[in-house]
């Protein structure tokens, strides 16, 4: 007589099998999640960079503005002074007033290029973190690249290799930030 198959044994590996599967295809779950979350800090980061690269222009744009204000007044510093040096080449008495001008015109050029100076480290400063939060955003990329290949290939170690990378943005995210 043939032998009758538990079906109770049956289910019963059947339920090991998709248990050993889940538990296998559990941590795709977490590379799915993972990879988001560095998309999100990814996205931060660019958000971040772009406008420290919107100030840097803006802050050029001043230091800009400023260098030909001061142009404007080193004109007419200039063309005070022929001024005097053609009275004083004549003859003719040079006013006070008109050497007055031109001491105001050194002291107000002075404060102009002073300006100018200050606008420009900031827009150094602001280009200088947008480096830096580029990078992050470099890292960030790379890490969902190497995300999406573990999954694809259904290798950890990729998905933990792309942990690493995703730290290593996370820092430059820190840095840029402070």
């Given at each position: 007589m043939e032998e009758m198959e538990d079906p109770t044994e049956q289910l019963q590996e059947k339920i090991h099998e998709l248990a050993e599967e889940e538990k296998k295809e559990r941590w795709m779950f977490h590379v799915a999640l993972s990879t988001a979350i560095i998309a999100v800090?990814?996205?931060i980061s660019g958000l971040l960079g772009g406008d420290h690269a919107n100030e840097a222009v803006m802050e050029q744009m001043k230091a800009s503005d400023q260098w030909s204000y001061y142009q404007a007044k080193s004109i007419k510093s200039e063309i005070a002074a022929s001024g005097n040096r053609i009275l004083a080449a004549t003859g003719n008495k040079v006013s006070g007033s008109d050497t007055q001008k031109?001491?105001?015109?050194?002291?107000?050029?002075?404060?102009?290029?002073?300006k100018a100076q200050e606008d420009e480290k900031a827009s150094e400063a602001h280009l200088a973190r947008h480096r830096i939060l580029a990078q992050a955003v470099t890292f960030f990329q790379i890490a969902i690249a190497i995300s999406a290949i573990s999954i694809l290939s259904r290798k950890r170690a990729l998905w933990v290799m792309s942990m690493l990378i995703a730290v290593a943005g996370i820092f430059f995210l820190v840095k840029g930030i402070i």
């Open positions: 800090f990814a996205a031109l001491a105001v015109y050194e002291e107000q050029k002075k404060e102009i290029m002073d």
